[in-house]
């Protein structure tokens, strides 16, 4: 029973194209985060939902979409792909805002080409 | 001053060694810890929360200086199976950007035979 899932696992791409990924958790946790995680290893904050309501838009740029359509699911979909986007994207959980565990799904490798 | 620093290492030891990390934040209102482990290609996971008062689990000890706002993490007799990642991370409290969970770039540790 994996608890948080996002899929695909793997996504290879070419620029310009438009792709999405999906995530979801089976925890019943209230809040939701999209992290990327970059060439250098540095795991950073996209996104975060606190049920189904956006609550975190770090400086994101605007290709990049989130969409809760309930407490369970959060997606991600990028639009006009850019070599720059390749990169492992994480989706979490957690009960509350940051203060506790957040639990991450296996990532996303995004490969643009 | 980037919200969670750390030595990225690597660090390589010896089984049976004892190996410390250390990792500094920004935010003296900051109120929840963690130490997150991350294996090669796979997602951070908790390792241990880290309470004022200093805590231990097993071969590990999670160390608070809240004056110093400096955290630590003390592994000993390292096992094979240690060779990670270690990933810092520090909450921002609520009021000021909502909670979000800040990651340090990690500490790279090999245990060798």
């Known amino acids: 029973d994996t608890a948080v899932s996002q899929t695909p696992k793997y996504l290879v791409t070419q620029m310009g194209n438009d792709k999405s990924i999906k995530c979801e958790q089976n925890?019943?946790?209230?809040?939701m985060y999209w992290y990327k995680q970059d060439s250098k290893k540095f795991l950073k904050i996209m996104f975060s939902y606190n049920n189904k309501e956006l609550i975190i838009n770090e400086t994101v740029p605007n290709r990049f979409s989130p969409k809760s359509p309930d407490k369970a699911h959060l997606n991600l979909h990028i639009n006009s792909l850019e070599l720059g986007d390749s990169a492992v994207y994480f989706c979490a959980s957690s009960q509350g805002v940051g203060t506790t565990e957040a639990f991450f799904g296996q990532g996303t490798r995004l490969t643009v080409v | 001053r980037k919200e969670v620093e750390q030595d990225p290492g690597p660090f390589n030891v010896p089984e049976g060694a004892t190996v410390a990390f250390n990792c500094t934040y920004s935010?003296?209102?900051?109120?929840?810890f963690f130490w997150y482990r991350q294996d090669c290609r796979k997602e951070p996971k908790l390792l241990m929360s880290v309470y004022s008062s200093g805590n231990e689990d097993g071969r590990f000890t999670a160390q608070l200086n809240r004056a110093s706002q400096y955290i630590s993490l003390l592994i000993r007799d390292s096992k094979l199976s240690d060779s990670a990642t270690y990933l810092c991370?520090?909450?921002?409290?609520?009021?000021?950007?909502?909670?979000?969970?800040?990651f340090g770039r990690g500490t790279q540790l090999t245990v060798w035979p």
């Open positions: 925890l019943g946790h209230d809040t």
């Open positions: 935010n003296s209102a900051s109120q929840s």
């Open positions: 991370v520090v909450n921002m409290p609520r009021g000021s950007t909502l909670g979000r969970l800040y």
